[in-house]
Every structure is written in structure tokens, then in C-alpha cells.
């Protein structure tokens, strides 16, 4: 299994960026994926997760109205569109999934929101 994150950078508060990530390894098409995020001196914490069939998205209440997930099964890609950035949304964001009872992580893909 795995995962490639990319699309983080360095963007200014109220800002806006979109993550992707792509999968490998797995029946993609059949299987919830998760983003989470992990900022400086912080505990991991989950975003945002999507169903397989892309039906079903919650969210965490700290991005909810600001953050969308969504998914392209042809292309086995997962994205998180971030929209009015805040200081506090800087952290590493990876994606997750549970298959084969075990967990998979990508490597992640850093944000940064700063003036």
C-alpha cells in the first residue's frame, strides 16, 4: 500500500489550497480514505474522511464549512480543498486508510499558513 501526498506550500491566512493524494496497492475503489494532519508539537488528529463510493464525508467541527473531501475512483486519488486558511491549519496532512488490518500512512505534505 501507498500513498503519495502533494499540492501543501506555504499560503497566507484566508488563503486557499487543494491536497491530492494518490493510492497504489489496494482496491482503491473499495475502501474509506482518510486525511489527517499533525502540527508542530501536536497530536495526529483526523480531518476529514470520505466513504468509498464518495456518498458519505465528515468532517472535524475545527475545518467544517471551510474544508471539502472528495474523490476520483477512476484515477485512485483522494483531494482536500482548504479554503480561508488559518494560522492554526499548519501541520503535515497524510492520508490513511485501514486495509488488511493494518494501517497505511502516506508520508505526508507540509502546509503552512503565515503573513
Known amino acids: 500500500v501507498q500513498f503519495v501526498e502533494s499540492g501543501g506550500g506555504l499560503v497566507e491566512p484566508g488563503g486557499s489550497l487543494t491536497l491530492s493524494c494518490v493510492a497504489s496497492g489496494f482496491p482503491f475503489s473499495g475502501y474509506g480514505v482518510f486525511w489527517y494532519r499533525q502540527g508542530p508539537g501536536k497530536e495526529r488528529e483526523l480531518v476529514a474522511e470520505i466513504s468509498s463510493d464518495g456518498r458519505y464525508r465528515k468532517y472535524a467541527d475545527s475545518v467544517k464549512g471551510r474544508f471539502t473531501i472528495s474523490r476520483d475512483n477512476s484515477k485512485n486519488m483522494v483531494y482536500l480543498r482548504m479554503n480561508s486558511l488559518k494560522v492554526e491549519d499548519t501541520a503535515v496532512y497524510l492520508c490513511?486508510?485501514?486495509?488488511?488490518?493494518?494501517?497505511?500512512w502516506g508520508q505526508g505534505t507540509q502546509v503552512t499558513v503565515s503573513s
Open positions: 490513511y486508510v485501514r486495509y488488511n488490518v493494518s494501517d497505511h
